[in-house]
């Protein structure tokens, strides 16, 4: 009974969260210009449609997309329990949300250079009705998944499957620009982006098409970890039947990403997707399905030492263009004032693909960080905590941010400092609840077995369930983090 209060809690905070996040992200880079009243009131009932081309109907669909969490989140956190209560609960959603998209709309005359018009106001409405319909429809499915990820056993693997999977694809899809007419389909194919091996897009060097693969197979790495603790038979039949399944996965979403205006379809993922599903299935077995034994604790200490400095070269390398041709002190620290330290307000000035991509290779690049400071202290007596890792990351994003002052091809975005710091903090956070989350799977299969031989043996023993790293379950902030990580 204890815990409703606060998964309620939680799904509160987080629709409050995203609705100030809508909030803010509408109206960045913030740039304030005061129109008379009667002026904009003028304008606002004069606003315009805009002829939808291809790239802006991307954005037509980055609004529609962008309203539907919202409507999804607060139906959610008014949780209706009855018919009537559906369709009150709709009525107000609904009604909220269309406020929000017209309040922003009529708010962004005043923050020029945002874009007043018709077709957002429809996109944004269009969001909300399919969020409100998709809790309507699915709801409290997805809620009861959601519940399940904190009572442990083999429940809370599957929902944890489900929603890690569902979370992936709708990621991979992003922003969902697909072309609509034969010639757009004709004209995107002319690209030349996609290769039945490597796109000359994502391998235009050697660092980061490896920094990009190997992403790709670190990212469905837990579904097949959590595949391979269902399937049954030998250990090698496992590996290959999540390799199966990630090479189907990889092929599935490669041929979709051929009808994206903005996607890149390559061979080479397919490949990706399976190796990373096998190495899943493959950690699993190594390590969670007997759980760490001392001498496998230190063996992960040692590697996570080792692995620290060539981490590090990494992310300085793939944070940077080149190593040559920077700029001397005194050209480089003329550069500070041109620096914006507003969030996000880079990201306003390119496409919603190019602004995710961005966004997801810093998350990429420093979530390792989180982890290798979470195997560090395994089989310490106490653990670090989120905060180190976090500071951690915020120090090495800050210098590597400092240091594009000096590079004339690029500029510093001190957002990254931020996103470093949740990315690492994410990254620990996620291995401990996936942690907890196993033993406490672990330990309701032998609770379960050996109440099984009790009975047979007309037995009933005390049995131990306690966790042996004393995190029997997880709390709000693993959930939150465990969403930053995945999203």
């Known amino acids: 009974m204890s815990k409703k209060p606060e998964r309620s809690t939680l799904i509160n905070y987080t629709a409050l969260a995203y609705l100030s996040f809508v909030i803010y992200g509408s109206l960045v880079p913030l740039d304030f210009h005061h129109v008379p009243w009667d002026q904009a009131l003028q304008h606002f009932a004069a606003i315009p449609w805009l002829a939808m081309g291809t790239i802006s109907r991307a954005d037509w669909v980055a609004n529609l997309v962008l309203y539907m969490p919202l409507a999804f989140l607060l139906m959610w956190a008014q949780r209706p329990r009855s018919s009537v209560g559906y369709w009150a609960v709709s009525i107000v959603t609904l009604t909220v949300c269309i406020t929000v998209a017209v309040g922003i709309e009529f708010t962004q005359m005043y923050f020029p250079p945002r874009t007043v018009s018709l077709n957002d106001i429809v996109a944004e409405i269009i969001g909300s009705v399919l969020g409100t319909g998709i809790w309507l429809l699915a709801g409290e499915a997805i809620a009861y998944r959601f519940s399940r990820l904190s009572e442990g056993g083999e429940a809370a693997l599957t929902a944890a499957f ?10 991979s899809l992003f922003p969902y620009d697909f072309v609509i007419a034969s010639n757009e389909l004709a004209t995107r194919l002319a690209t030349g982006r996609d290769s039945w091996f490597v796109s000359p897009v994502v391998c235009s060097d050697a660092l980061r098409c490896v920094a990009r693969l190997g992403e790709e197979a670190l990212v469905v790495a837990p579904l097949g970890a959590l595949m391979a603790r269902w399937l049954r038979g030998p250990k090698t039949a496992q590996v290959l039947v999540a390799m199966s399944a990630g090479a189907l996965l990889g ?5 979709t990403q ?8 390559q061979g080479a993922s397919v490949v990706t997707r399976a190796l990373g599903m096998g190495l899943g299935a493959v950690v699993y077995q190594r390590l969670f399905a007997h759980g760490f034994t001392a001498q ?25 263009d080149h190593l040559s041709g920077w700029l ?15 969030p996000f307000y880079y990201h306003y000035y390119t496409s ?19 982890v290798l400071a979470y195997l560090w202290q395994l089989g310490m007596a106490r653990r670090m905590g989120a905060a180190v890792p976090a500071l951690l990351a915020a120090l090495i994003a800050a210098a590597v941010e ?27 956070r996620v291995l401990v609840w996936m942690n907890a989350l196993n033993t406490t799977a ?38 939150v983090s465990a969403g930053i990580l995945v999203w």
Request: hydrophobic share 50%; proline share 6%.
């Open 402 to 428: 400092f240091s594009k002052l000096f590079q004339p091809t690029q500029h510093p975005d001190p957002t990254n400092v931020m996103l470093a710091a949740l990315a690492a903090a994410a990254g620990y």
């Open 328 to 342: 001397n002190w005194q050209a480089g620290l003329a550069r500070l004032p041109e620096v914006h330290f507003l």
């Open 258 to 265: 051929l009808f994206l205006e903005s996607g890149i379809s």
């Open 442 to 479: 672990h330990h309701h299969a032998v609770r379960q077995e050996a109440k099984l031989v009790s009975t047979a043996d007309g037995d009933n023993p005390e049995l131990d369930t306690q966790d042996p790293d004393g995190r029997g379950g997880i709390n709000p902030l693993a959930l």
């Open 296 to 320: 496998i604790r230190l063996q992960i200490r040692w590697l996570a030492a080792l692995a620290l400095p060539f981490y590090l070269v990494a992310v300085v390398m793939l944070q940077n």
């Open 162 to 171: 489900v929603l890690y999977l569902l979370s992936y694809l709708a990621l």
């Open 251 to 255: 092929v599935l979403i490669e041929i």
């Open 352 to 370: 919603e693909a190019l602004a995710l991509s961005s966004l997801l290779m810093v998350l990429a690049a420093y979530s390792p960080l989180g």
